[in-house]
């Protein structure tokens, strides 16, 4: 499952790998014995266990997907952790009646061609809490406290009495290893039950299984094929198999498994950026004191250094110009005092420092994006930005969005819109209005793009929203990381990027009406051309000779508007795509430079001087033909073919 | 410009006898044009603001050079289709002697299009589509629609007098007499057809005084105006109605008796109410010259008659969206009018200039505050005023 990822113990957190609850927190009763008024000492297994609420458990549909989610999670960072193309299967499965009341027995199987993971890591992946090779390593992984799949071992623990089944299989090794893996709750440890060695028909990778207590939702928002959508959405090197209940129970339950295979849309791994040490401006105090112990005996000079970003000799002379002597900076650091670290820190806010890099930031890359946005439905046009990454809340952030259109949603323009959030690739299906993203949406005004927009709500109409967010340092509302702060920053950010989606969208939209216009024209020209010679002959009591005649003069007249109207319009739906290119052949892709953007949004924009010369890339498609047959021009028949257009260059 | 058989001279010389042969005409021209493949064009008068010429010896606001050419293409051939389908209901109108409202003529066009599947695609969908047929077709013949037997409904204008005669020529060719000093308090109410009327006084009136509220002017014949005054008095009802001014132009062509306009110190009296009446509006250009009454005066509430009678007045609340928008006109009304551009006008551009400036309203009823036990203190003040010349 999932490979070296999830086991490295972070130093930082074990300390706080015991939490500590005061046993008698209410006043003591006179007769309490001395027992009752001890502080005991809790384990952070002990902690979650009370408190799986906080980390998406809170209810028996969520306790699915979370389970789901997580695992699928691990398996998605192992394999890019070394390069392998991910393709993970999953099985959802009700078997019977569950232990809680109103609830079912769920199987929830997901089995990746990662890495796989050595035996003696097994317990700590998903055995041991906050057991985690990835936190606060400033990279954009889906995973970083190591808390979920240990969160989901525990509730399958708690409700079944069982822990997870996990087969897996590195290169190096001969045999898959399996065993059950428990959380030693007490302890905060991994605990391997029933081992054993298996031939496995694969090299390499890993399976779990968990049986849990839940309920399965396949549809709606907090729906299983919701996020199967968004997770294929924003992994293009994706090939998911997915084996859901099928039939018409909502909850699928007892019903056969259907499995559905979604290919990959592009043989190229997204690059993993490398991580960057943190930033001075970034740190408390106390993580600034942590952060040294890591270092050992080196001297200030270079442990400011070589541990931060964004230091160098300029930094250090300009912390001198504060006050702090030459030979500060030659002291080691394991000899600083808290007086001396805390001179060091303050002198520190106080001093310029360049920006974080952005280079730490993952991106899923627009024509990534443009290619994967068909897997979710009959999409009929489709418009992508992918913003240069930025600094917000002094924090690199990327925000990337794509809108399609759905065909199969023609009729629904009065629902608002589906938005879909993701996370560093990871979708956030729960308290949505919360959101910097939904905040985002709804401050963007997208009447002005021809959408309709109740006020200060989500637009309305038959389409998809994606907004992805992705960061080394995303900050979550909560521990079960289902809602983006809204920072002022972080959702100026979106809005610009929703606004240069909208531009895009508009234009479409725009000439989609001049279209519909001029075939109307042309329709007039059938309606009341004869009408009118009918009116003038009557009013002037002409003959059937002059009749004719000015009926073939009429036409004559009106045919040339005709072919007119019909060039304008064949011009544009020329616009709206280039040629015949199908969205699936990403070689004929046509670069188009310098396209205008809408005045308006321009002004919003360049209002930042610093987005002005952030560049961007737009792609748009337009995709699964609608031809319509019009009256007159009906060689017009075939002017909607799926096509594609890709800007690029801002 | 031809005399018109009432009396009132016209714009290009047409009467309701000349529009068939004119409409006629024009429909020939363009089917000739259609018959050569040529595309037609009509031209039509651009009856905007725009293309307002006021002259304060013509003393109304006439349409200038400016022509809307609608040619045939495929924008425009569903309009021109319509044009004709509703001339030749109109002409018809003329042929039977038929007379109809705006709103009985778009369900006589409803009528036709739902007994002929072939022109379905004329119908209207509500009125205002078939009245802006209606005005187009006016405008293109230079003509008013009531040549063609189309008339708005009667509103306002309701008159009292003690010593006119109105004469009205019936469609029949009868006549009948109305004199007013016999139908007690009930009040003659003018046609939309100013031109079958001839007016008549037993003695010279001194004066004609048109007050803005239907009910004040209640008020005041209740009250024995007419009856101590020599004089017609007409109650407005607020904007103008085409009988309204056709009617006060009526009163001025053929009794030659001053007109004292009698209303609130605001705006949108001042330029909606005041300014149609005396000189016409931007939207009928072409029906001005019959449906204005140039000599008419501003009798008040003049901004001076506030401090002078110590009336009650407003401020006027620009969050108010009616207000604020009477406001708003009254700028656009100083920079576009070419009514308050004429020198002649300079005072009531100068009311204008003082409502603007100080925001202050005050109505007419304030009249009634000056001394609340004495009801026929606003009739005196208002006859003092004419006889002091205290009027713009």
Known sequence: ?650 | MAKHSSGMARVGGKDSKDLPKFSRDICERLLADLERAKRPVLYATKCSLDNSIYNHKVGFLTAGEKKVATELNVSSVKKMSRAIFLLEVMLRNLETGGVNTKRELYYIAKGEVKHNAAMKALDFTDQDESDGVIDFICELLECYREDFNVYANDRGGQTYSQNLIVTETLVDGDTAVIDLSRLGTTPFQPKNRPQNLKLSTKKKLDFCLIVESEGTANTLVANGFTKRHNSVLIGAAGVPSNAVRGWCKLIQDQLDVPLYFFGDLDAYTMQNIFRTLKAGSAASLIRNQDYSAPDVKFLGVLPEDIAKYQLPDYAVKESDAQEGRALKKAHDALKNDPFFHDKKNKGLTEILNWLIKNKRRCEQQAFFSVNPRDPLMPEKIIVEKIKRGNFV
């Not at chain 1, 106080?350 to 439905?377: H, Y």
């Open chain 1, 1 to 650: 499952m999932t490979g070296a990822v999830c086991f490295g113990l972070d130093l930082h957190m074990a300390k706080s790998n015991a939490v500590k609850t005061a046993a008698a927190k209410e006043p003591a009763a006179p007769r309490a014995s001395k027992a009752n008024l001890k502080i005991s000492t809790s384990s952070t297994a002990e902690y979650f266990s009370k408190n799986l609420q906080q980390v998406g458990f809170s209810s028996q549909v969520k306790a699915v997907l979370t389970t789901l989610k997580e695992a699928v999670d691990n398996s998605l960072d192992a394999c890019e952790e070394h390069g392998i193309l991910p393709e993970i299967e999953i099985w959802v499965e009700k078997m019977g009646a569950g232990s809680l009341k109103n609830s079912d027995k769920i199987r929830v199987r997901v089995s990746d061609n990662g890495p796989g993971i050595d035996p003696e890591d097994v317990p700590k992946v998903f055995g041991e809490y906050l057991a985690s090779s990835k936190f606060g390593r400033g990279r954009c992984s889906r995973g970083q406290q190591g808390i979920g799949i240990s969160a989901a071992t525990t509730w399958a623990q708690l409700t079944n009495a069982s822990g997870a089944r996990v087969t897996t299989k590195t290169k190096a090794m001969r045999k898959a290893f399996s065993a059950l893996v428990e959380v030693d709750i007490k302890n905060n440890k991994g605990v391997l039950k029933e081992k054993e060695t298996l031939d496995w028909d694969r090299s390499n990778g890993t399976n779990v299984e968990f049986i849990i207590d839940g309920r399965i939702q396949l549809n709606g928002e907090a729906g299983i094929l919701n996020y199967l959508t968004g997770t294929v959405l924003v992994n293009p090197h994706l090939t998911l198999h997915h084996n859901l209940p099928c039939g018409a129970s909502e909850d699928g339950g007892g019903r056969a498994l259907e499995r559905i295979s979604i290919p990959r849309v592009t043989d190229t791994m997204p690059e993993i950026p490398e991580a960057t040490e943190p930033h001075l401006h970034t740190m408390k105090l106390g993580e600034f004191i942590a952060h040294s112990h890591l270092y050992g005996r080196v001297k200030v000079d270079a442990w400011l250094k070589r541990g931060f970003s964004r230091v160098n000799e300029g930094t250090i002379k300009d912390l001198i110009a504060t006050g702090l002597k030459r030979n500060f900076f030659d002291k080691n650091v394991d000899q600083l005092n808290e007086v001396e670290f805390k001179d060091l820190y303050t002198k520190i806010q106080n001093t310029t420092l360049i920006a974080p890099s952005t280079k730490s930031v993952l991106m899923i890359g627009e024509e990534a994006l443009a290619k994967s946005i068909q897997r979710v439905g009959k999409v009929d046009f489709f418009s992508v930005v992918s913003r240069k990454p930025t600094i917000c809340d002094f924090k690199p952030v990327e925000v990337e969005i794509a809108i399609a259109r759905l065909l199969d949603r023609a009729g629904e323009n009065d629902a608002p819109i589906q938005v879909l959030r993701f996370a560093n690739r990871v979708p956030l299906q729960f308290d949505k209005a919360a959101c910097a993203v939904t905040q985002a949406i709804q401050t963007v005004n997208w009447r002005a793009y021809g959408l309709g927009q109740p006020k200060e709500s989500l637009p309305l109409g038959p389409y998809i929203m994606a907004v992805s967010i992705v960061s080394p340092f995303i900050k979550f509302k909560n521990a079960s990381k289902e809602t983006i702060d809204a920072s002022d920053e972080l959702v100026e950010e979106i809005r610009r990027t929703l606004i240069q989606a909208g531009q895009r969208l508009s234009k479409y939209i725009k000439k989609e009406l001049r279209a519909n216009d001029l075939e109307e024209k042309l329709r007039y020209i059938e309606q009341f051309g004869p009408i009118l010679v009918d009116g003038l002959c009557r009013i002037t009591n002409a003959s059937d000779d002059r009749k004719k005649k000015a009926q073939d003069g009429l036409m004559k007249i009106l045919g040339r508007d005709a072919d007119a109207a019909e060039t304008a319009l064949a011009e544009a739906e020329k616009k709206l795509g280039h040629g015949s290119e199908t969205v699936e052949n990403a070689s004929e892709i046509e670069s188009r430079d310098g396209e205008d953007v809408d005045p308006i949004s321009v002004d919003e924009i360049e209002a930042d001087s610093k987005s002005k010369s952030k560049s961007k890339k737009k792609l748009s498609a337009k995709s699964a033909p609608a031809p319509k047959k019009l009256p007159v021009a009906k060689k017009l028949a075939d002017v909607k073919k799926p096509k594609i257009i890709v800007s690029k260059g801002k």
